[in-house]
């Protein structure tokens, strides 16, 4: 007799393995591995047994206790070993090549970057692969998969992906957490030379034709890839599947407003090119020269990485009477506890070409939290989000002076959090959202076997 377990637990004979290639998994920290994380979460309730293949030595910058904690000790988790270099060494030789100082021993570093990079496409990333190759070929050829699901980036592993789809025939299902083209632009290792654009294009061309389905995290971007997969050749199938928020993570999170006379206005996450705080911080620099009393009642609160530009930006607050309080990258639970702990949550999206087409992960998280959310950015899908749900107030990057005088509304009138009629986010829930992509799964498995 055939039974189910769905929440967890042995593997049954009514489930299907599929194999979860995701260069970063826990004990690795960040946005993008809390989406692996979710999936393999979710995915037995859905009839699908996760076997996650991931890094045994990543290079990544940070590493996060409560993710791996969630980790199902009934998935199994193979971790293969990578040959490039640290996190730290890969910063160093940035750092190097943006020296305007010259000596032979740094020309000599910018030179064996500049050549390694051309070398390792599309990422230093790639550098896994064949280890990762070899373990996989062994698992799966041990033990009957069904399909095999890679998230990217790093967008290397989808070329690991091909490979296996080649070698075993299994339906192929890619899911890019950013677009491939668009994130080269902006990536610190990437190189952006025209030579170098194209190969990127044609290594592009080659996983959208292998792929059976591809995922996108916006539906701007899910337009986009089908776009190129047409131009590829492709017949992939392509699907949305947002970024959200776990039911069990935001559960008795207090939404009660404080009672200060402060405006405490929180960001978590990363502070880079595509999040720059510039709009913010010139809106404080306007506030602490024209109306200082107001300026000294709000406390901003940064927790996460930041680029040395970024960090140089937050710096130009250090003389004036604005309450800073930096963070480095804090566990997902305590980033939720600090989110919560917000007047004001804020949200940050340059206005840079292509940005149209991102929605920045934390912002599922901040609309389940109900908490007022102060959005700095452009036209484009992040926007219209934004406007469909929660308490929002949006301002373009360029309009510093409209964020001063909202600032200054905001200390006097107290911001007011989403009640119980706002919006349902069903949609964006990580459970919802796994059985989008089992649905997928069944969709891809069931084509395979008609064809077998």
Not at 51 to 62: K, Q, R
Not at 93 to 115: D, G
Not at 163 to 169: A, N, P, Q, V, Y
């Amino acid at each position: 007799m055939e039974f189910k377990i769905r929440q967890g637990g042995m593997m049954t004979r009514d489930q299907r393995r599929l194999l979860l290639i995701s260069y970063a998994y826990p004990p690795v920290g960040g946005g993008g591995v809390q989406r692996s994380v979710k999936f393999a979460k979710y995915l037995p309730q859905y009839d699908w047994r996760p076997t996650v293949l991931t890094a045994a030595d990543p290079s990544v910058p940070v590493r996060d206790s409560d993710l791996s904690m969630e980790l199902d000790p009934e998935t199994t988790v193979l971790r293969a070993r990578t040959f490039e270099p640290s996190y730290r060494t890969k910063q160093k030789l940035i750092a190097t090549q943006t020296e305007s100082s010259f000596s032979p021993k740094q020309w000599i570093r910018r030179s064996a970057r500049k050549a390694a990079m051309a070398l390792l496409q599309p990422d230093p990333q790639v550098l896994w692969n064949p280890s990762a190759s070899r373990l996989a070929t062994r698992t799966l050829r041990d033990i009957p998969h069904e399909a095999v699901y890679v998230t990217g980036p790093p967008f290397s592993s989808f070329l690991l992906g091909r490979t296996l789809k080649r070698r075993f025939g299994l339906p192929l299902v890619l899911d890019f957490r950013d677009e491939w083209l668009l994130a080269s632009r902006h990536f610190e290792n990437h190189q952006r030379s025209a030579i170098e654009i194209r190969r990127q294009r044609k290594l592009l061309d080659k996983v959208l034709r292998a792929a059976d389905a591809v995922v996108a995290t916006t539906q701007a971007s899910a337009n986009e890839l089908s776009r190129q997969i047409d131009a590829a050749g492709g017949r992939a199938s392509v699907h949305c599947i947002y970024n959200g928020y776990d039911e069990d993570d935001v559960a008795q999170r207090s939404t009660e407003t404080s009672a200060s006379d402060r405006l405490r206005i929180v960001y978590t996450g990363t502070l880079w090119k595509l999040t720059d705080i510039s709009p913010l911080v010139d809106a404080l620099l306007q506030l602490a020269t024209t109306d200082p009393d107001s300026a000294a009642r709000i406390d901003l609160v940064l927790a996460g990485r930041r680029t040395p530009h970024q960090d140089a930006i937050v710096r130009k607050l250090d003389p004036t009477c604005v309450n800073v309080q930096g963070h480095d990258y804090l566990p997902h639970g305590q980033s939720l506890e600090l989110a919560a702990s917000a007047d004001v949550l804020l949200l940050l999206l340059a206005d840079q070409p292509g940005a149209e087409r991102v929605v920045p992960a934390k912002l599922f998280e901040y609309l389940a939290l109900r908490r007022p959310i102060l959005a700095v950015c452009g036209d484009g899908e992040t926007a219209s989000l934004v406007g469909r749900h929660g308490h929002t107030l949006r301002f373009s990057p360029s309009h510093a002076d409209g964020i001063a005088r909202c600032l200054v509304k905001l200390l006097d009138q107290r911001p007011v959090v989403a009640d119980a009629d706002a919006p349902s986010l069903d949609q964006f829930s990580r459970r919802v959202q796994t059985g989008q992509l089992a649905a997928i799964m069944n969709a891809v498995s069931r084509c395979r076997s008609s064809l077998t």
